[in-house]
């Protein structure tokens, strides 16, 4: 995915508009996570990863559980870009979409604190969404819980999700549709 299409909320609250819900839908099936804040001052990425100490990890671990879930009236205007669960056409490995700061991830999120190749997002045998921590340099986080590297845990919808300091609001397209509507 190029940086130029990288998109932002409000973009696709205005796309459901012109669309409708139905062909929304059928354009966009996926679930997508929410930038909601960094839970750090780096925000560049770079060639390496930046390494979280663990005073710094600590401190992300009681941010990402204090985070609140979005209004009920939609996702707050400032929440940011969203990122799209999705596989790469022609990428390998097709059972499982990989997050990293990588340009050639199926899910690719350009922070310092999170690695080439950070996690994989699969499908459990009830077709649920799991997260699993590809043993990444910073960790990641469901729902305040930091993931054991290559154990796959479930993602529940509207759950927080944070890779190294990064934390984002996990939403399936159903909820995602939703919500933008919402507001």
Same mark, same amino acid.
């Given at each position: 995915?190029?940086?130029?299409?990288?998109?932002?909320?409000?973009?696709?609250?205005?796309?459901?508009?012109?669309?409708?819900?139905?062909?929304?839908?059928?354009?966009?099936?996926?679930?997508?996570?929410?930038?909601?804040?960094?839970?750090?001052?780096?925000?560049?990425?770079?060639?390496?990863?930046?390494?979280?100490?663990?005073?710094?990890?600590?401190?992300?671990?009681?941010?990402?559980?204090?985070?609140?879930? %979005? %209004?009920?009236?939609?996702?707050?205007?400032?929440?940011?870009?969203?990122?799209?669960?999705?596989?790469? %056409?022609?990428?390998?490995?097709?059972?499982?979409?990989?997050?990293?700061?990588?340009?050639?991830?199926?899910?690719?999120?350009?922070?310092?604190?999170?690695?080439?190749?950070?996690?994989?997002?699969?499908?459990?045998?009830?077709?649920?969404?799991?997260?699993?921590?590809?043993?990444?340099?910073?960790?990641?986080?469901?729902?305040?819980?930091?993931?054991?590297?290559?154990?796959?845990?479930?993602?529940?919808?509207?759950?927080?999700?944070?890779?190294?300091?990064?934390?984002?609001?996990?939403?399936?397209?159903?909820?995602?549709?939703?919500?933008?509507?919402?507001?």
């Amino acid at each position: 995915m190029a940086e130029d299409t990288l998109r932002d909320v409000e973009e696709y609250r205005r796309e459901l508009r012109a669309l409708g819900k139905s062909a929304f839908i059928r354009r966009h099936p996926h679930a997508v996570l929410i930038l909601q804040k960094s839970l750090s001052d780096e925000d560049e990425a770079g060639y390496v990863t930046h390494q979280i100490t663990g005073d710094e990890l600590q401190r992300i671990v009681r941010a990402a559980k204090t985070l609140e879930r %979005p %209004p009920p009236s939609g996702v707050d205007e400032q929440a940011g870009r969203v990122f799209e669960i999705a596989k790469r %056409p022609g990428a390998p490995f097709q059972e499982r979409i990989g997050v990293g700061r990588a340009r050639n991830t199926d899910v690719w999120i350009p922070y310092p604190t999170i690695s080439k190749y950070h996690a994989y997002f699969t499908h459990n045998a009830a077709g649920a969404y799991c997260l699993t921590d590809a043993g990444s340099s910073n960790g990641s986080l469901v729902a305040g819980a930091i993931l054991e590297p290559k154990k796959p845990v479930s993602v529940p919808d509207g759950a927080k999700v944070c890779f190294g300091s990064q934390a984002f609001l996990f939403l399936s397209a159903d909820r995602f549709c939703e919500v933008l509507s919402s507001s």
